[in-house]
């Protein structure tokens, strides 16, 4: 990794964001660097810079004002930038992630300041190679990419979904402590059909239609083997393609590159998680478990294959375990005879007639629901209350984000099912009261898990990422799962413990990775948590 600091002085150091300490510069610092005089006169820790980031973020009026704020300290002062996510992840991500980020690639264009990121159009043909040599860092390891098709609940936002990348990858050093320096957010621009934007003067991104079929595919092929030349050690996670892409480039370079969908299988270990965690309250086994999808894209049904898996090795075959798994749709239950599916969907398509979504709840039985819709207020009252009606204690994630997309808010499922309701969500819900009780709604942020499974593929030096490593990491936050996030009607860890989590899951998924005999280095170091936790970049002072 460059040290680009080392022979830097003056200007030059205030201004390498990854040098920058600001005013927490030791007097001898301000001697050997030259920074006598461009500086105020105290020295300030890092301890109350971080007071002073967070004092000015609560005074701001909105969340989209505190990220674009953030975003300066990040370009500015990194270590410090940091330092404010990993002492108050509750209350930054929000901020830096989800929901805010949604509003943020909405108007990405609008607040654009300094470039951050890698950008690839249709006319970098035949020079994704070359141009990958601009990038200044020699040792890149994660590198998350999008095209901008499907942000989030959002739809088609074409270069402005580059908020997308730059958020995930903040949340990579902040929650595993990959080294900033180590990230690389990609962003395809192969144009947008969102007619908005080609329409709109300020729009960054490549003003054409997106191109499709041969010509995308190749380009996307382009990409990923300029990487494995430039970078042979870097994890690609895909981010944010439009279900049918998703689900091609996932199944194309799965078994070829260290690679991984992270809406579909990040999405499907953390949901998995939760279901796993949800049988302590409700006390059904695992493996009687009956679950219903509200939506049948890639989310959906990445989090029903991996339930597949998690199935079988209960010891179900895979007609069983797809039986347990029911979909419905726009159009209604997920049925046989329907002409109207798309392959992804086959598997799950059941023998039983066709009926509307209420109906499906009322013939099926389901112990838990889960939505990824994308669209806001599926979950309705008759919903909820049939659901409560099936169960002594129904479980429903509304996982769809940003918060404005959420089937249901945390409110609702608690009210409409009279306190009953298990919920976790996608974005978060602050604490609901109802008659006298608190809830504590919990969140099924991919943050969970995506870090941690990076992390440990990484320093295991992984050749690819099969459903064993997300089965593992799925498994591991479960059992971090307390007796106190249980009593809260809570189905993950606080966020607070991020760190310890991904250390955790990292540990776990490398062991899987030796085990299964998919390490490049094949070898296992004999302390491999000690390992990784030394890895783990540290921002403080």
Known sequence: MKKTSEKKRNFEVISDRSANKAIAFTKKEREELGLKGLLPYPVVSQDIQVKRVMNALRRMSTNLERYSNLTFLQNAIEKLFYRVIMDHIEEILPIIYTPTVGQACTEFSHIFRLSKGFYITPEDKGEIRKNLDNWPEEDVRVIVVTDGQRILGLGDLGANGMGIPIGKLSLYTACAGIHPHQCLPVMLDVGTNNDELLNDVLYLGYP????????????????????????????????????????????????????????????????????????????????DLKIMFLGAGSAATG???????????????????????????????????????????????????????????????????????????????????????????????????????????????????????????????????????????????????????????????????????????????????????????????????????????????????????ISKNMEKPTNLKQLIADYMYDPKL
């Open 208 to 287: 054409y239609k997106r191109i499709e079929g041969e010509e995308y595919s190749g380009l996307v092929e382009e990409f990923v083997m300029a990487i494995q030349d430039k970078y042979p050690k870097a994890l690609i996670q895909f981010e944010d393609f439009l279900t049918p892409n998703a689900y091609a480039l996932m199944n194309k370079y799965k078994d070829r590159v260290l690679s991984f969908n992270d809406d579909i299988q990040g999405t499907a270990a953390v949901a998995l998680a939760g279901v796993y965690a949800s049988t302590r309250i409700t006390n059904i086994e695992f493996s």
């Open 303 to 517: 989090i029903a294959d991996l339930m597949v898996s998690a199935f079988k090795d209960e010891g179900l075959t895979n007609e069983e375990a797809r039986s347990r798994l029911w979909f419905v749709d726009v159009n209604g239950l997920v049925v046989k005879d329907r002409n109207d599916l798309m392959d992804h969907n086959l598997p799950y398509a059941h023998d039983h007639e066709q009926m509307n979504f209420v109906e499906a709840i009322d013939s099926i039985k389901p112990h838990i629901l889960i939505g990824a819709t994308g669209t806001p207020g599926t979950f309705t009252q008759e919903v909820v209350e049939h659901m409560a009606a099936i169960n002594e204690r129904p479980v429903i994630f509304a996982l769809s984000n940003p918060t404005s997309r959420a089937e249901c808010t945390a409110e609702q499922a608690y009210q409409w099912s009279d306190g009953k309701v298990i919920f976790a969500s996608g974005s978060p819900f602050d604490k609901v009261v109802y008659k006298g009780k608190e809830y504590y709604p919990g969140q099924g942020n991919n943050a969970y898990v995506f870090p941690g499974i990076g992390l440990g593929t990484i320093v295991s030096n992984a050749r690819i990422i099969p459903d064993e490593l997300f089965l593992v990491a799925s498994r591991t936050l479960a059992k971090l799962v307390t007796e106190q996030n249980i009593n809260n009607g809570a189905l993950y860890p606080r966020l607070t413990e991020i760190r310890n989590i991904s250390l955790n899951i990292a540990t776990a998924v490398a062991e899987k990775v030796y085990e299964l005999g």
